[in-house]
């Protein structure tokens, strides 16, 4: 069974946009999503520097229209079994299995990430990865510190969020058996009671949705589990903005589901790196760019043939 995952914010580079909008029609749908929410989505993406697609309200709207376009050059969603995202990949996501509409999907996300950036605002905070130690250590440890265990992604990677003191003493205090503590490229301590205030907003927003009921198996970053309803995905995506990300949990949602393959949306890597480690032996494609969907064909013929 393929599987299908979008990323989530950190993901993004300079200039990572700049080779698929010259594929066919590309620049016109991401002139018309960013006429349709505000933002020049086009500019973010060719010619802004790191700090500015640091801001949480560039870069969510930024990483989901990448996503779409390099869904839509995938083909048909028939060859996947499941999907999943990544935190704000979780929207992109939601497209692919058929629960929300492009348009739909972007102006939730737009919303999304401007009542982020403004929580974030309140309190200066960020995020660190924790890489390597066991698990348990590494949570109790961040406890310790007062911070929140914000995603755990599996294959030895805990990401911490909090103050920007606490990131500090993280990384002057590092848990016990961990090998480094990385700075992340966000802007806020994302999915955790830091962000409560955007979920109000979230809720009033996701009331002018009609979503669909999921095409695909989609599993949930609350639990690992497979959401069956429109109106549940769209429950979990408004709640996920304070909630933890467990994506050591929808990995083990692909293996118990019995995964083949995985290929990761643009701009890939962060994920299928996880799954290297974590679903050792199963074969994954990271499309970077427009020339990696030549890889991405050939691992679906394989597995679907």
């Known amino acids: 069974m393929l599987v299908l995952v979008a990323p989530g914010q950190g993901a993004q580079t300079p200039g990572f946009l700049t080779p698929w909008l010259e594929l066919p029609g590309a620049a016109d749908r991401v002139a018309a999503w960013s006429d349709a929410i505000g933002l ?7 010619n802004a520097d790191a700090d500015e697609i640091r801001d949480t309200a560039v870069a969510q709207p930024l990483l989901v229209a990448a996503g779409l376009l390099s869904a839509s050059a995938l083909g048909s969603p028939a060859v996947f079994g499941a999907v999943a ?5 979780e929207i992109t996501a939601a497209v692919y299995a058929g629960v929300l509409s492009d348009a739909d999907a972007l102006s939730l996300v737009r919303t999304r ?4 950036a403004e929580a974030s605002a309140v309190t200066e905070t960020g995020m660190a990865a924790v890489l390597g130690g ?13 911070l929140t265990p914000a995603n755990v ?14 990131i ?3 990384q002057a205090d590092k848990p016990e058996g961990s090998m480094k503590v990385v700075a992340l490229k966000v802007a806020g301590a994302f999915h955790t009671h830091h962000m409560a205030p955007a979920v109000a907003t979230l809720e009033k927003a996701a009331e002018a949705l009609t979503p669909a009921d999921p095409s695909l198996k989609y599993v949930s970053n609350r639990d690992g589990l497979v959401v069956a309803t429109g109106a549940d ?3 979990r995506l408004v709640g996920q903005v304070a909630n933890p990300v467990r994506w050591d949990l929808c990995m083990e949602t692909f ?3 019995g995964v083949t393959g995985i290929i990761e949306l643009c701009p890939g890597g962060t994920l299928t790196g996880l799954a290297k480690r974590a679903l050792k032996g199963v074969p994954s494609v990271a499309l970077k760019t427009p020339d990696d969907l030549d890889k991405a064909a050939a691992l679906i013929a394989e597995l679907t043939a």
């Open 40 to 46: 020049d989505l086009a500019h973010y993406g060719t």
């Open 85 to 89: 995202g990544h935190s704000v990949g």
């Open 113 to 116: 990430g401007l009542a982020m």
């Open 134 to 146: 066991d698990r348990d250590a590494v949570v109790a440890h961040l406890e310790k510190l007062g």
């Open 153 to 166: 992604n599996g294959a030895g990677q805990i990401v911490a969020a909090g103050t920007v003191e606490q």
């Open 168 to 170: 500090e003493a993280l």
């Open 233 to 235: 995905v769209v429950a």
């Open 255 to 257: 293996a118990e589901l």
